[in-house]
C-alpha cells in the first residue's frame, strides 16, 4: 500500500509545479486571464512578424522607417507593392519605393535628392521623362512666388512673380496682356503696358457666329502697335501679347 502511495505523489507533483510557471487556455482566476491576454498579443505579434518576413523585409515597428505594418528594409527603406494613399501629411527620413500610385492629399516631406523613374538623384528633384504640369486657377501672390502653372487658353507656361502670372521668356520680367472679346469677324486687341515690349502674342476662338466650321479661320494674328492683333472669320476671338520690361 505505500508503494502505490509514493507513486502517486512523483506522478502528481510535477504537474503542481508546471502550472505555477506555464499558462493555459483552461486556467482559471485573475492569473490566469492575464497570462492568456499577454499571450494573445505574443501571437498577434508573431503573426505580424511572419507577415513581414513575407515579404521579404523586417518587422521593427519602433522604426521611423517602418510602414503601416511595422515593417521595413535592412536599410530602412519603405517598400511598398501596391498602391499607397496618404490622407494626411507624412515625412520620409529615407527611400520610398512604391510600386504602384502614390496618392497625397497633404503635404509630403521628402529627403534631398529625389529620384523619380531614375537612380539615385543627383540634383533635388532628378525626372527620367517628362513633367507634366497641369493648369491651376489660383491667384499669384507672394505665398506662390516662384510657382508656375500651364494656361491651357495661350497654350504656354506661366510663372508666378508674386503679385501676377506672366509668360515664361529668358530675361527679365514678363507678363501677359488680354484683349477684349471681339464681335463677329472683329478684331480683338492686346496692348502692353508702358515700360514693356511685344515679344509674341496669340489669340483663342471665343463663340460661333452661326457659320461652319470649314468657313471659321484667323484674319489676323500679328503685332500690333506695342501689342497684338487678331481676328477670326464667322467667329469671335480674344488676343493676347506677350509682354516683358524694356
Same mark, same amino acid.
Given at each position: 500500500?505505500?508503494?502505490?502511495?509514493?507513486?502517486?505523489?512523483?506522478? /502528481? +507533483?510535477?504537474?503542481?509545479?508546471? @502550472?505555477?510557471?506555464?499558462?493555459?487556455?483552461?486556467?482559471?482566476?485573475?492569473?490566469?486571464?492575464?497570462? #492568456?491576454?499577454?499571450?494573445?498579443?505574443?501571437?498577434?505579434?508573431?503573426?505580424?512578424? #511572419?507577415?513581414?518576413?513575407?515579404?521579404?523585409?523586417?518587422?521593427?515597428?519602433?522604426?521611423? #522607417?517602418?510602414?503601416? !505594418?511595422?515593417?521595413?528594409?535592412?536599410?530602412?527603406?519603405?517598400?511598398? @507593392?501596391? !498602391? $499607397?494613399?496618404?490622407?494626411?501629411?507624412?515625412?520620409?527620413?529615407? @527611400?520610398? /519605393?512604391?510600386?504602384?500610385?502614390?496618392? $497625397?492629399?497633404?503635404?509630403?516631406?521628402?529627403?534631398?535628392?529625389?529620384?523619380?523613374?531614375?537612380?539615385?538623384?543627383?540634383?533635388?528633384? !532628378?525626372?527620367?521623362?517628362?513633367?507634366?504640369?497641369?493648369?491651376?486657377?489660383?491667384?499669384?501672390?507672394?505665398?506662390?512666388? +516662384?510657382?508656375?502653372?500651364?494656361?491651357?487658353?495661350?497654350?504656354?507656361?506661366?510663372?508666378?512673380?508674386?503679385?501676377?502670372?506672366?509668360?515664361?521668356?529668358?530675361?527679365? @520680367?514678363?507678363?501677359?496682356? /488680354?484683349?477684349?472679346?471681339?464681335?463677329?469677324?472683329?478684331?480683338?486687341?492686346?496692348?502692353?503696358?508702358?515700360?514693356?515690349?511685344?515679344?509674341?502674342?496669340?489669340?483663342?476662338?471665343?463663340?460661333?457666329?452661326?457659320?461652319?466650321?470649314?468657313?471659321?479661320?484667323?484674319?489676323? !494674328?500679328?503685332?500690333?502697335? #506695342? +501689342?497684338?492683333?487678331?481676328?477670326?472669320?464667322? +467667329?469671335? /476671338?480674344?488676343?493676347?501679347?506677350?509682354?516683358?520690361?524694356?
Amino acid at each position: 500500500m505505500k508503494g502505490l502511495i509514493v507513486v502517486a505523489l512523483m506522478v /502528481t +507533483g510535477p504537474a503542481f509545479a508546471q @502550472s505555477k510557471f506555464f499558462s493555459t487556455p483552461n486556467r482559471g482566476g485573475a492569473e490566469g486571464a492575464k497570462q #492568456n491576454v499577454m499571450l494573445s498579443v505574443l501571437q498577434n505579434e508573431q503573426q505580424r512578424m #511572419n507577415a513581414c518576413t513575407a515579404a521579404g523585409l523586417i518587422y521593427a515597428p519602433t522604426s521611423v #522607417n517602418a510602414n503601416t !505594418d511595422g515593417c521595413t528594409s535592412a536599410a530602412g527603406q519603405r517598400e511598398f @507593392s501596391g !498602391d $499607397v494613399t496618404v490622407g494626411g501629411s507624412s515625412t520620409v527620413s529615407g @527611400s520610398l /519605393t512604391v510600386g504602384g500610385e502614390l496618392s $497625397v492629399s497633404g503635404p509630403v516631406t521628402l529627403p534631398t535628392g529625389v529620384g523619380i523613374g531614375s537612380g539615385p538623384a543627383t540634383t533635388a528633384l !532628378d525626372v527620367a521623362g517628362a513633367i507634366r504640369v497641369a493648369g491651376e486657377s489660383e491667384v499669384c501672390n507672394a505665398e506662390r512666388a +516662384g510657382a508656375i502653372r500651364y494656361n491651357a487658353s495661350i497654350q504656354s507656361m506661366e510663372f508666378c512673380n508674386g503679385t501676377a502670372w506672366g509668360g515664361m521668356a529668358g530675361g527679365g @520680367s514678363v507678363q501677359i496682356a /488680354t484683349g477684349a472679346v471681339s464681335a463677329c469677324r472683329s478684331s480683338s486687341v492686346a496692348a502692353c503696358p508702358a515700360g514693356t515690349r511685344v515679344v509674341s502674342g496669340g489669340y483663342v476662338f471665343q463663340s460661333s457666329c452661326g457659320c461652319d466650321d470649314v468657313y471659321r479661320f484667323a484674319t489676323q !494674328d500679328r503685332p500690333y502697335g #506695342n +501689342g497684338w492683333i487678331a481676328s477670326i472669320e464667322c +467667329g469671335t /476671338t480674344i488676343a493676347y501679347a506677350l509682354c516683358a520690361t524694356q
